[in-house]
């Protein structure tokens, strides 16, 4: 019997199984690693909904609308129990009929900052902009009847304006229409309670501007507007031609929506795009009608009861409400480059172990599972550590702080088990250079599937060819016959 362990401990293959079994177990530790990431990622986004609860939210910016009031009225005939006409009785219903601006050029610029909460640092962006643009002359047969032989009687306008979180708004935008200021006051009149954007501000027309729409004639509009919002900016193309221009020192936007930017330039200085959307290639207006009319949210439907009507509204529009948006990325989430890394935690766990386990081979020495156990453990913390000082210093400055840390300590270590400094420094460079590697895959997002596989092919090539005469059975005899000798008095 005590042969058999004897030559079991010898057993390469039961060395090799072994070493399986104990990157199996490492694994917990890497699991338990990626947990922890995964909840202060979670963290930081509860960090940036309570900002969002107490200061602002993301923005989407829809308007300027022109809205008539009107009242539809029309006689309906009373009939008796037999059916037959006895009389007339008077009907009526308000509803509201929606102008689009022909034109809407929105230009801006987005002067950004960043807000803490706790350790966790999220972007804002304050919008200065000027909207211009104009409505075209009011035609009052434009409104579509909904009874037959009714007559429409028309009230005062306004101009609706929403953004999704008022409270970003820095000040009362500044409206001018036909030379006339016109002031914002709160909510949308004339919409439905529940509709989505009565929650809106709006300018009564006056002066001048009403003056103009009562003759029919176009009406040019001037808006100067200042918003507070967090991380993205969304626009609706609510214009028979939609253009927008923002710039911003922030170098790192992400561009999104339906409609990406037409011309984009982005540099270290910051960023600087155009678009230019056409109501014919989106539905965004319909969308906006159905939201006035008191739909819910942005896949809102234009019911038959609908207080905002026009005759090319269709009966039902469906989707998520069409934008053109900017975001403030931040240059690098570390939670996910620290995600991405533990994802190789494994593979660079199994590459120490096989290199330990050839140092074991070729230079004759014994190592215990221990002493496997503890340097696989070391691999496992570099990811913790990663995490830990990726929270307080910049993600190439933890990376290289945790991956110094694990080298040195393996060097250190390794000198001794390996008996020689000269031994330890080599396997502390092939470590420093898996660590490279890693950074390598991480910082080339793009690439990191082909660096991947490469780096696994390269690393099990040269283990090929470094074994490939090797006789594993003589190994195992010989090892079985040698005696076993403490790694502590093997010379350098």
Same mark, same amino acid.
């Given at each position: ?393 910049? &993600?190439?400055?933890?990376? /290289?702080?945790?991956? %110094? !840390?694990?080298?040195? #300590? +393996? *060097?250190?270590?390794?000198? =001794?088990? @390996? ?7 080599? &396997?502390?460079?092939?470590? /420093?250079?898996?660590? %490279? !590697?890693?950074?390598? #895959? +991480? *910082?080339?997002?793009?690439? =990191?599937? @082909? ?42």
């Amino acid at each position: 019997m005590l042969q058999l362990l004897k030559a079991l401990q010898a057993s390469v293959l039961v060395k090799v199984a072994g070493l399986f079994f104990l990157l199996l177990v490492l694994c917990i530790p890497l699991a338990r690693i990626d947990d922890l990431n995964r909840a202060r990622g979670e963290s930081q986004r509860e960090a940036a909904h309570e900002l969002a609860e107490s200061y602002a939210g993301p923005q989407t910016m829809v308007g300027p609308v022109l809205l008539v009031p009107y009242v539809e009225r029309w006689m309906e005939p009373l009939r008796d129990a037999q059916g037959k006409v006895i009389g007339q009785a008077p009907q009526s219903k308000e509803m509201t009929h929606a102008v689009f601006p022909d034109k809407l050029n929105i230009d801006g610029s987005m002067a950004t900052q960043e807000r803490y909460r706790g350790i966790f640092r999220i972007p804002f962006y304050t919008l200065t902009a000027a909207l211009d643009g104009g409505f075209a002359g009011f035609d009052p047969r434009s409104v579509p009847h909904s009874e037959s032989d009714s007559s429409i009687e028309f009230r005062a306008p306004l101009v609706a304006f929403h953004v999704s979180d008022l409270r970003g708004l820095d000040g009362s935008p500044a409206l001018t229409i036909e030379g006339e200021a016109l002031r914002f006051r709160q909510r949308v009149p004339g919409l439905p309670d529940h509709a989505t954007y009565a929650d809106g501000i709006h300018a009564p027309l006056s002066g001048a501007a009403l003056a103009a729409w009562q003759t029919g004639k176009p009406l040019a509009f001037d808006m100067k507007l200042s918003l507070v919002g967090q991380d993205t900016l969304s626009m609706v193309p609510i214009a028979e031609e939609t253009t927008a221009h923002l710039k911003s020192p922030w170098a790192h936007p992400s561009f999104g929506g339906r409609f990406l930017a037409t011309q984009r330039q982005v540099t270290p200085q910051g960023f600087d795009a155009h678009w230019r959307v056409s109501s014919l290639v989106t539905t965004a207006r319909e969308q906006v009608r159905a939201g006035l009319a008191g739909g819910e949210g942005d896949a809102a439907q234009n019911a038959a009861a609908a207080v905002v009507r026009t005759a090319s509204t269709p009966r039902h529009v469906s989707g998520p409400l069409q934008t053109f948006d900017v975001s403030l990325a931040q240059p690098v989430n570390v939670y996910s480059m620290s995600t991405r890394a533990g994802k190789y935690g494994a593979l660079f766990i199994g590459l120490v172990l096989m290199a330990a386990f050839m140092f074991e081979l070729f230079r004759k020495l014994r190592l215990h599972p221990v002493q496997y156990g503890l340097v696989g453990l070391s691999i496992a913390l570099f990811f913790l550590l990663l995490l830990a000082l990726s929270e307080k210093f910049a &993600f190439h400055f933890a990376y /290289a702080g945790a991956a %110094g !840390a694990s080298v040195a #300590l +393996l *060097a250190v270590y390794f000198s =001794a088990v @390996l008996g020689g400094w000269q031994r330890g420094l080599s &396997f502390a460079a092939f470590v /420093a250079l898996l660590y %490279g !590697a890693l950074y390598g #895959l +991480l *910082a080339s997002e793009s690439n =990191a599937l @082909l660096l991947g596989a490469l780096l696994i092919f390269g690393m099990l090539a040269t283990l090929m060819l470094v074994t490939r005469k090797v006789d594993w059975y003589a190994l195992s005899r010989r090892n079985e016959a040698a005696p076993v000798t403490s790694t502590a008095t093997v010379d350098a």
